[in-house]
């Protein structure tokens, strides 16, 4: 035959119809029984009876009609049974003899997968190889058939060893630009490494790197933040995947804050150079970040604590009270925000260095702590308790709160002092004080296996002690105060010791431990005008027999007895930072409590003495006085 003719061999599958849709379903229901409301129970049973009664009537009366059709039904059953199993038994030997076969053909060339699949039977009828395939000459084609054969066949393999080559071509120019990226990518990572910063795999993905830029003896929360991924580009350059660290550069801006103006801010670090390295620079960036996080968070811990000292917190504010009039303010704020407050003319340079000596003192306390959390991580751990431990809260604000009110105290009595120095240096009476800020702070001394810098805040976190005092006018009279603030404790704890030698008063000894300022400066002002009645009372007068005596020191009184045709005089001393008063009177007698009482006929007289006044001095006074 030369047209060919297919025979499909599988079964003509018939679709069945889809179902009729509920309403035409319903429509034939109607029309076939009625409506609905006629239908009954009863009607049902009816309809049903009938059936089986015509039914029943095409059966013939004397057959058993149930007896014929369950003995014919099982008939049928056994006859297609045994037809399904012949069937099937065939197809089986017809594919155990086709395997057979293919077993047997390949035998020749794969014996052993040949002997798996061939059954017990044939081996021992046929040996292995018995049954080759030859091919069989086909019959010789025209020329033109041939030449129309070899021309595809040379066109089909021109295509594929072209389509062979782009494909070589274009797996070499992505094997290439995948080695440019990964060869720059190892390169950066290799240069962050390089320039010391620790590069590791990433806890949760150990297939990709990351570099640690954290702090690792850092609270929890801050040295997890400390680790970034390191994903490369399509390029093959470096991306930082920095968590939850935030883009943009912040700091702790520190501000001196006095008589509600701002007097001094600290310097806002200069922003990286363009032609900086970008990964370099943002890893710095943010490990910077990370640090002023963490310093701002702890100093709002211990705020808390400070908040009976004057210390308030807001949402990102910090307010540290140092004076009566000065006041430090601590805030996060972004390094390129134009968040400053506006320039104040009166901005004192004295202000600007002490914001700046307070944020590195910051950074440095807080490197410190960490540095002391090592050491109590190197130390045997505690024992076990089913409590949980608090974490105690790092020193960063109470060191500086007790240097800056240990420096008020000081200022604000080198104040007192040089204010009364300069009245009674203007009344013509020697003695100065001198001023020892911070006597107790010294070079660190040298340690081995000690950082320098932990030796100098060691010495940082020892009390603070200030000396203040010198000598007085009155011969062998001098006075010293020392200024003691504790750092370790609570802060604000400052004490003030006196030292007081006055021979001429030797009974006279300030207290022991003074805990107020204003009591300090009322004891330094008692004691220097005590300096002036002793001084009066040593300076020689015209008349030796007319020296004064101190009648009531304390009040700054002295008395002098007249000769044969003079009277008594009374002199007293007022001593004040503003001024120094003298006033001469005659004594007409003595009050109840032996003390002189002014004469009212006599002409009383008077000298007043500022730091800006010049001409006669206390002693001229006290002499003419004497002369009288």
């Not at 000459?137 to 129309?148: G, H, I, L, N, Q």
């Not at 000769?563 to 003298?582: F, I, Q």
């Amino acid at each position: 035959m030369s047209d060919s003719f297919s025979l499909p061999l599988r079964p003509r599958l018939d679709r069945p119809d889809p179902p009729d849709p509920l309403p035409v379903e319903i429509a034939q229901i109607n029309t076939q029984w009625g409506s609905f409301r006629h239908v009954s129970e009863d009607f049902l049973r009816r309809r049903i009876a009938d059936q089986s009664d015509d039914a029943s009537d095409d059966h013939d009366e004397d057959e058993s009609p149930t007896e014929v059709d369950a003995t014919e039904r099982l008939d049928q059953l056994y006859r297609k049974r045994a037809e399904i199993t012949q069937f099937a038994h065939q197809a089986h030997m017809e594919a155990l003899f086709a395997l057979d076969f293919v077993s047997l053909l390949i035998s020749q060339h794969a014996p052993r997968q040949a002997e798996t699949s061939m059954s017990a039977y044939l081996k021992q009828v046929a040996p292995m190889g018995s049954l080759t395939p030859e091919v069989v000459d086909p019959p010789p084609k025209p020329d033109a058939v041939r030449r129309d054969t070899e021309a595809v066949s040379r066109g089909w393999r021109l295509q594929n060893f072209n389509s062979a080559a782009n494909k070589l071509l274009n797996a070499a120019s992505r094997l290439e630009s995948e080695v440019a990226a990964e060869t720059r990518y190892w390169n950066e990572v290799l240069s962050i490494q390089n320039q010391g910063w620790k590069v590791c795999r990433l806890p949760r993905d150990r297939q990709a790197l990351g570099v640690q830029y954290g702090f690792l003896e850092a609270t929890p929360i801050f040295r997890d933040r400390g680790l970034a991924s390191l994903r490369r580009a399509d390029d093959g350059s470096l991306l930082l995947n920095q968590g939850l660290v935030p883009q943009k550069a912040r700091r702790v801006r520190v501000r001196v804050k006095t008589d509600d103006r701002w007097t001094g801010a600290s310097r806002t670090p200069p922003p990286p150079t363009s032609d900086a390295d970008a990964i370099e620079a943002r890893i710095r960036q943010a490990r910077d970040t990370v640090y002023e996080e963490e310093l701002f968070h702890e100093m709002t811990r211990e705020a808390r604590i400070l908040a009976p000292h004057g210390v308030t917190t807001r949402q990102n504010l910090v307010r540290v009270p140092v004076s009566d009039v000065q006041e430090i303010w601590l805030d996060l704020v972004d390094t390129d925000g134009d968040s400053s407050p506006p320039a104040d003319p009166e901005t004192t340079a004295e202000d600007d260095r002490l914001a700046d000596a307070l944020s590195h003192a910051l950074r440095i306390l807080l490197a410190h702590a960490h540095r002391q959390n090592r050491h109590r991580r190197e130390q045997p751990p505690p024992p076990l308790t089913p409590r949980r431990r608090h974490t105690p809260e790092y020193h960063i604000l109470r060191p500086l709160l007790a240097g800056l009110q240990h420096r008020a105290h000081v200022r604000a009595l080198e104040a007192v002092l040089g204010d009364l120095h300069r009245v009674r240096r203007a009344a013509g009476l020697p003695g100065d004080g001198t001023v020892t800020p911070f006597a107790s702070v010294r070079p660190p001394a040298s340690h081995p296996g000690v950082p320098a810098v932990e030796s100098l805040v060691r010495t940082l976190l020892r009390p603070l002690e200030s000396t203040l005092g010198g000598p007085l006018a009155a011969p062998q009279a001098s006075i010293h105060v020392t200024v003691r603030t504790t750092v370790a404790g609570p802060p604000g704890g400052t004490v003030f010791d006196l030292a007081v030698h006055l021979p001429a008063f030797p009974d006279v000894q300030p207290p022991a431990r003074i805990s107020l300022r204003s009591e300090a400066e009322a004891v330094l002002s008692h004691v220097l005008l005590l300096d002036v009645v002793a001084a009066v009372a040593a300076a020689p007068a015209v008349p030796p027999a007319r020296r004064w005596e101190p009648a009531a020191p304390h009040h700054g009184e002295l008395i002098t007895a007249g000769g044969p045709s003079a009277k008594n005089r009374k002199l007293t001393v007022h001593l004040s930072r503003d001024a120094l008063r003298v006033e001469a009177v005659a004594v007409g007698g003595l009050d109840p409590f032996g003390r002189p009482t002014p004469d009212p006929t006599a002409t009383p007289r008077s000298r007043t003495w500022t730091a800006e006044s010049t001409g006669t001095g206390l002693m001229d006074f006290v002499g003419e006085v004497s002369q009288e």
